[in-house]
């Protein structure tokens, strides 16, 4: 079965760092697909908030992220990371990974697989 899990979420305080993988199954080489992560607070749309692309790892990232957060990847273990640093009150979401060839990273509608989210806290 085709999968992504991810993991890493927890309860932090403000300014402090947690890093979420996200691992595919057997049936999905992530080396070879270009991986987004999304975020989604209660009662918001789905955020997406950095990609790294399958062939050159080039990275993006949106605004709210940019300078705090960084998306690595590690084929042998088909994993990828999301580094996020300096958390602040307004990060708590559930976090999510996605797969596929997207044309517009940001997008949701242009990933393929997903995985079920891990929740991300911050509180004092």
């Known amino acids: 079965q085709v999968q992504l899990v991810e993991s890493g979420g927890g309860l932090v305080q403000p300014g402090d760092s947690l890093r979420l993988s996200c691992v595919g199954s057997?049936?999905?080489?992530?080396?070879?697909?270009?991986v987004g992560w999304f975020r989604q607070a209660p009662g918001k749309g789905r955020e997406g908030i950095t990609f790294?692309?399958?062939?050159?790892?080039?990275?993006k990232y949106a605004n709210s992220v940019k300078g705090r957060f960084t998306v690595s990847k590690d084929n042998a273990d088909n994993t990828v990371y999301l580094q996020m640093d300096s958390l602040r009150p307004e990060d708590p979401s559930v976090y999510y990974c996605?797969?596929?060839?997207?044309?517009?990273?940001?997008?949701?509608?242009?990933?393929?697989?997903w995985g079920q989210g891990t929740q991300v806290t911050v509180s004092s």
């Open positions: 996605a797969a596929g060839h997207p044309t517009m990273w940001a997008i949701m509608e242009e990933y393929d697989t």
């Open positions: 057997s049936e999905i080489s992530l080396a070879y697909y270009g």
């Open positions: 790294i692309h399958p062939s050159d790892e080039s990275t």
